[in-house]
């Protein structure tokens, strides 16, 4: 556990303060910041968003997307737009998936695009399963190591084709932070940052080079007793 910079608080809200502290922070410094979908990281969005409104400096990517319009219910890019970018006072360079594309061609296309690209920061979410960005449980996508996006198989529902940023882009990331709350994320927390590292649980296999954990004291209650550092 020594690899990660664990910042434990007393509730999910203060952990979505946290959260969005850093990533206000990185946008202030400008460089490529990649953001995650999913439901947990919304409120911290929208608190960067009135932290930082100006991401003139940013070039915004994104680690995951469903391959659905950009308008639809489960697009993570609708997610951002919504939580965060329709609140700027400046916008970023926004980076989308093209998932108008299909899976296939929308992944060589983000592939292509993130040529060069190492992220200053990028924001992770842990699944029940362990998953983090779309890169599942055993699934040979980790393995995956020449090109820097893929397309995925959703290993849990929805069950509709993804595009994911690879283990190997994700490892290059200078600043790596998972969001991670709620006692049903406590195994998966303990499996991603206690246990032996393992395909079973793709979490515990990616790190930038630093990783922040920010988690409630109901994501990190089965830590075991020394590993739960001062809160932030």
Do not use: C
Not at 10 to 27: F, G, P, Q, R, V
Not at 56 to 64: C, Q, S
Not at 80 to 94: K, N
Not at 106 to 117: C, F, K, P, S
């Amino acid at each position: 556990m020594s690899d990660v910079d664990f910042r434990i608080v007393d509730t999910a809200e203060l952990a979505d303060e946290a959260a969005a502290s850093l990533i206000a922070e990185a946008a202030g410094s400008g460089g490529h910041i990649g953001l995650s979908g999913g439901s947990g990281p919304r409120q911290a969005y929208e608190r960067t968003g009135i932290l930082r409104p100006d991401w003139r400096r940013v070039d915004l990517w994104w680690v995951d997307d469903r391959v659905v319009p950009p308008a639809d219910a489960l697009s993570n890019y609708r997610l951002v737009r919504e939580s965060l970018l329709d609140g700027l006072s400046h916008e970023p360079t926004v980076h989308r998936v093209p998932t108008e594309s299909g899976p296939e061609r929308a992944a060589d296309e983000y592939d292509r695009a993130l040529a060069g690209v190492a992220l200053d920061l990028a924001v992770m979410g842990i699944g029940a399963d362990g998953h983090t960005a779309s890169l599942f449980p055993n699934a040979p996508t980790l393995e995956v190591a020449d090109r820097r996006a893929i397309t995925a198989e959703a290993g849990m529902e929805p069950f509709v084709p993804r595009v994911t940023m690879t283990r190997t882009m994700l490892s290059f990331s200078k600043v790596m932070v998972y969001l991670v709350t709620g006692e049903g994320k406590a195994r998966a927390v303990t499996r991603a940052f206690v246990d032996e590292p393992s395909p079973e649980t793709p979490a515990s296999l990616i790190r930038g080079q630093q990783t922040v954990a920010i988690l409630d004291r109901a994501a990190a209650s089965m830590l075991t007793p020394g590993s739960d550092p001062e809160g932030v």
